[in-house]
């Protein structure tokens, strides 16, 4: 589904009316991802006593640079459109950099805009919506160069543009630059600098502790792998009642009180449709799910079928719940292996070392979800304990860290993170911290931001209007 700028605008001045008339709908605790919501992720080993360090205040707080498989850097910079079209190919490759807009969607959005089918775009990883992000594309199933000159979004743009064979699949990268601004409500204690240097000095001897965080489980709701769970089972309806009308703890009171109306019209489709229709955005996936069924009543597994990327992110999220539970075990006994299997395979005995969580949540594998959802991939697949990080760079100032690292793919930088600070994200921003403007890459020496920031001005700008306001995310 693909809006417009006219429906977004639309559906953000609705949000706007409704917080004037109901305010305290949109009101809620800072979302600080203490030892409780670590515990529901299946994080039990992470220390309580750290400062509060806040994320994604802006996007540009939050970079992620692709590595690409040649050992290149998709950087965040503006450069120029074309790079080289005299290969042989009828695949074009882009790099992809993009604010306030997660891949899948801006994915959503060049598909359309080409007038090509979303699958005919590659890419090797999903970065997050609130960041600044780059990664290589490949497009394929366009006439030529010229109809990727022509994109223009306020969001993304697209460099470097080069033709040639083959096509981008999911994996194919090396890792992630990041360069992470956290701001922190009190300035350090005289003992907090010390102690961060000395956890950057073993992290960088050792490794840290590689959990799955908390934006792989779906911020800010964090029910990925409860649903994964329920698709597990194959309890199908189940699935699509919980993601429809589960009010999670983080949700505003105004979208809880939503799914509640939900669930008490259930199986009303068109009503629930009309509930929510003026909400395209922010209901999205659920829209998708209720077109669906209005067509087909009773028909969930063909719904869910209409939602195959997050189908594939709630079973692995799964995997990724029982995997932290796992590792949080592991480390309390004192005996960690270098790395534990994933659940979503056909081979038993990579079932076993969750044998007793399997059990508690009455899982019986292999899942017949297996074969209905046939994108989902099925195979032995092993995730390290201990993960390595390359860091280029801390900068520690009176209420501000920022740090440059790199990690192999599939790790989180939010991990690493977690063991120098409690983490904190969305609205309301937690009392105390400022909104100071910075330029993280050149504090930590690795280049300016200043012409990309130039570049998505206009969302920038909403962005801190956004949050000056208070408005939902």
């Not at 515990?39 to 806040?54: A, M, N, R």
């Not at 805009?113 to 199933?141: H, M, N, P, V, Y």
């Not at 979004?153 to 090396?174: H, M, P, S, V, Y």
């Not at 799955?212 to 990925?224: E, V």
């Amino acid at each position: 589904m693909v809006l417009s700028r006219e429906e977004r605008e639309q559906e953000r001045a609705l949000f706007e009316s409704e917080r004037m008339r109901n305010p305290h709908l949109f009101e809620r605790p800072a979302m600080i991802d203490g030892e409780p919501f670590l515990k529901w992720i299946g994080i039990e080993v992470l220390g309580s006593d750290q400062p509060i360090g806040y994320l994604r205040l802006m996007p540009q707080d939050f970079i992620v640079e692709e590595i690409n498989r040649d050992g290149s850097i998709s950087s965040v910079d503006t450069g120029p459109l074309i790079r080289d079209l005299q290969l042989e190919g009828s695949t074009y490759y882009a790099e992809l950099v993009k604010v306030g807009i997660s891949t899948l969607d801006a994915k959503t959005e060049l598909a359309a805009a080409l007038g090509i089918e979303e699958k005919q775009i590659g890419f090797a990883g999903i970065k997050d919506r609130i960041a600044l992000t780059s990664q290589r594309i490949s497009i394929r199933g366009i006439r030529g160069h010229d109809q990727l000159e022509q994109i223009a979004a306020d969001n993304f743009f697209l460099k470097n543009i080069e033709r040639g064979k083959g096509a981008i699949a999911n994996g194919d990268l090396i890792g992630n630059r990041f360069i992470i601004s956290l701001r922190t409500p009190n300035p350090f204690s005289s003992d907090r600098i010390p102690t961060i240097q000395k956890q950057v000095k073993e992290i960088k001897q050792r490794g840290f502790w590689n959990f799955f965080s908390f934006q792989r489980f779906g911020t800010p709701r964090l029910i990925s792998h409860w649903l994964g769970h329920l698709l597990v089972k194959g309890e199908y309806q189940e699935t699509t009642k919980a993601f429809l009308t589960y009010a999670a703890p983080r949700e505003l009171p105004y979208f809880k009180n939503i799914r509640n109306e939900l669930t008490a019209l259930w199986g009303d489709w068109h009503t629930i449709q009309q509930r929510i229709r003026d909400f395209p955005y922010h209901f999205h996936l659920e829209l998708q799910l209720i077109n669906h069924l209005i067509q087909h009543p009773d028909d969930f597994l063909g719904a869910l079928r209409v939602i195959p990327d997050q189908i594939r992110l709630w079973m692995y999220a799964y995997d990724c719940y029982l995997f932290n539970r796992k590792l949080s075990r592991l480390i309390q006994e004192g005996d960690v292996p270098m790395a534990l299997p994933l659940i979503t395979s056909f081979h038993p005995q990579e079932w076993e070392p969750y044998r007793e969580f399997l059990e508690a949540d009455g899982v019986k594998l292999p899942s017949r979800s297996y074969r209905d959802f046939p994108f989902i991939r099925v195979e032995s697949r092993t995730w390290p304990t201990l993960q390595r990080a390359e860091i280029h760079g801390v900068v520690l100032q009176s209420q501000l860290a920022v740090f440059a690292f790199s990690l192999p793919k599939g790790s989180y930088a939010t991990s690493l993170l977690a063991n120098f600070f409690t983490l904190a994200a969305g609205l309301p921003i937690v009392p105390g911290i400022t909104m100071e403007k910075v330029d993280a890459k050149e504090l930590v020496g690795l280049g300016s931001l200043t012409p990309t920031l130039e570049r998505f001005k206009a969302v920038l700008d909403q962005r801190e209007q956004d949050i000056i306001g208070g408005s939902v995310e």
